[in-house]
């Protein structure tokens, strides 16, 4: 959470460390921009020689900054969020490391591959190369994986991994819908690309149906990110209608 820390206003940050008893943590400087998730800041990711190359090895930079906020206390575990992250770190050897995975990262590379145009597909089955072995390289010496997809937790093959499935942020308690309801809530943020392509694919072979069956039906949409050519998508499928980013998301569930 260092980098997404940086960006939270102070009130937040207050809040956050009242609620959860939290002590936060902020790297001064600031982690350079990409540091967790690229080879270093500056590289291009879609390159070819660059593919997978966050997944390959430590980033130095990156993994110093976190040694030495980690050094300045004793803590018993870190909880690292992504494979990426955990990869340009490595800190598994001198930590109990509880990662959460989210989704399966090999798995969602190879559905990339699939509807990728033909061009892309070498550069990214070099990355998934590079993201296979850091699954081997790294998983089995973690204290504990979480994945968002229950059905993926067999197929780790691993026996410290169990669900961990996403769920909104609702700070009040909601009722449940009425029954004999027609409208279809799809929230999400549409920044990461595998959201905005299930999206795309839910509209072509889902939603078309369901409006067709259904004329009366309604589509919300939400979340933050969304680019204007899939915002055009969501006008033009009948009974769909996109929000934008939303203050109170449980509004949007009653």
């Given at each position: 959470?260092?980098?997404?820390a940086?960006?939270?206003?102070?009130?937040?940050?207050?809040?956050?460390?009242?609620?959860?008893?939290?002590?936060?943590?902020?790297?001064?400087?600031?982690?350079?921009?990409?540091a967790?998730?690229?080879?270093?800041?500056?590289?291009?990711?879609?390159?070819?020689?660059?593919?997978?190359?966050?997944?390959?090895?430590?980033?130095?930079?990156?993994?110093?900054?976190l040694?030495?906020?980690?050094?300045?206390?004793?803590?018993d575990?870190?909880?690292?969020?992504?494979?990426?992250?955990?990869?340009?770190t490595?800190?598994?050897?001198?930590?109990?490391v509880?990662?959460?995975l989210?989704?399966?990262?090999?798995?969602?590379?190879?559905?990339?591959?699939?509807?990728?145009?033909?061009?892309?597909?070498?550069?990214?089955?070099?990355?998934?190369?590079?993201?296979?072995?850091?699954?081997?390289?790294?998983?089995?010496?973690?204290?504990?994986?979480?994945?968002?997809?229950?059905?993926?937790?067999?197929?780790?093959g691993?026996?410290?991994?169990?669900?961990?499935?996403?769920?909104?942020?609702?700070?009040?308690?909601?009722?449940?819908?009425?029954?004999g309801?027609?409208?279809?809530?799809?929230?999400?943020?549409?920044?990461?690309?595998?959201?905005?392509?299930?999206?795309?694919?839910?509209?072509?072979?889902?939603?078309?149906?369901?409006?067709?069956?259904?004329p009366?039906?309604?589509?919300?949409?939400?979340?933050?990110?969304?680019?204007?050519?899939?915002?055009?998508?969501?006008?033009?499928?009948?009974?769909?209608?996109?929000?934008?980013f939303?203050?109170?998301?449980?509004?949007?569930?009653?």
């Open positions: 959470a260092l980098k997404a940086q960006a939270f206003p102070e009130a937040q940050r207050e809040a956050l460390r009242a609620q959860f008893n939290l002590k936060l943590v902020l790297p001064e400087p600031p982690l350079p921009a990409g967790l998730t690229r080879s270093g800041p500056g590289r291009r990711v879609g390159s070819w020689l660059d593919a997978g190359r966050r997944f390959a090895r430590p980033y130095r930079p990156a993994a110093a900054r040694e030495a906020l980690l050094d300045e206390e004793q803590y575990a870190v909880v690292v969020r992504y494979l990426r992250a955990l990869a340009v490595d800190v598994s050897d001198r930590y109990s509880l990662l959460d989210d989704d399966n990262p090999a798995d969602r590379l190879e559905r990339r591959i699939e509807v990728a145009h033909p061009i892309d597909r070498p550069m990214l089955r070099r990355e998934l190369s590079h993201v296979r072995a850091a699954m081997d390289a790294h998983l089995p010496r973690t204290a504990w994986l979480w994945l968002a997809n229950p059905a993926d937790v067999p197929r780790i691993l026996p410290h991994v169990s669900a961990l499935e996403n769920r909104p942020l609702i700070q009040r308690e909601i009722g449940a819908p009425p029954r309801g027609s409208t279809v809530l799809f929230v999400g943020n549409w920044g990461y690309s595998a959201n905005r392509s299930s999206l795309d694919w839910f509209l072509r072979h889902v939603w078309m149906r369901v409006s067709a069956a259904h009366a039906a309604q589509l919300l949409v939400a979340g933050p990110g969304m680019g204007s050519g899939m915002e055009r998508r969501i006008r033009q499928a009948a009974g769909a209608e996109y929000l934008g939303q203050d109170d998301i449980a509004s949007l569930y009653e």
